[in-house]
């Protein structure tokens, strides 16, 4: 089976996320560049899977850098931004249930626990 490219990742995100930044709201598009996050970073374990992306634009991606996806989401609130919460927390569940179906990522599943958790214990659904 052909893994899809960085870009067909990035449709796909786009098809099933919409066309705004996950961390700062802004419509990517035209001037505001559109780039594939991964919820849980590459350097963590993190498969470069559909389901672990979601769409950014370049400075929030940038930004982030290898930060938790929960702890650069409260960062994104205490600069006054929107970013979508729920959005994280569907995904991170979507990451969830691929991993249980095709198994391994022996190293991310720690790390999309502990995300996980940490969403729930802000009273967003990823548990």
């Given at each position: 089976?052909?893994?899809?490219g960085r870009a067909e990742r990035l449709?796909?995100?786009?098809?099933?996320?919409?066309?705004?930044?996950?961390?700062?709201?802004?419509?990517?598009?035209?001037?505001?560049?559109?780039?594939?996050?991964?919820?849980?970073?590459?350097?963590?374990?993190?498969?470069?899977?559909?389901?672990?992306?979601?769409?950014?634009?370049?400075?929030?991606?940038?930004?982030?850098?290898?930060?938790?996806?929960?702890?650069?989401?409260?960062?994104?609130?205490?600069?006054?931004?929107?970013?979508?919460?729920?959005?994280v927390a569907r995904v991170l569940d979507?990451?969830?249930?691929?991993?249980?179906?095709?198994?391994?990522?022996?190293?991310?599943?720690?790390?999309?626990?502990?995300?996980?958790?940490?969403?729930?214990?802000?009273?967003?659904?990823?548990?």
């Open positions: 089976m052909r893994r899809p449709d796909s995100v786009l098809a099933r996320d919409g066309d705004t930044c996950v961390w700062c709201g802004r419509t990517l598009g035209g001037r505001v560049a559109a780039t594939t996050e991964h919820l849980i970073p590459k350097v963590r374990g993190g498969p470069a899977w559909v389901e672990n992306e979601v769409a950014a634009c370049r400075r929030c991606n940038g930004g982030r850098g290898h930060r938790g996806a929960v702890d650069w989401l409260e960062e994104c609130e205490r600069r006054g931004w929107d970013p979508d919460v729920a959005r979507l990451l969830a249930d691929a991993i249980a179906d095709r198994g391994g990522q022996r190293r991310a599943r720690p790390q999309l626990d502990a995300q996980r958790r940490r969403m729930a214990r802000r009273g967003t659904e990823a548990a």
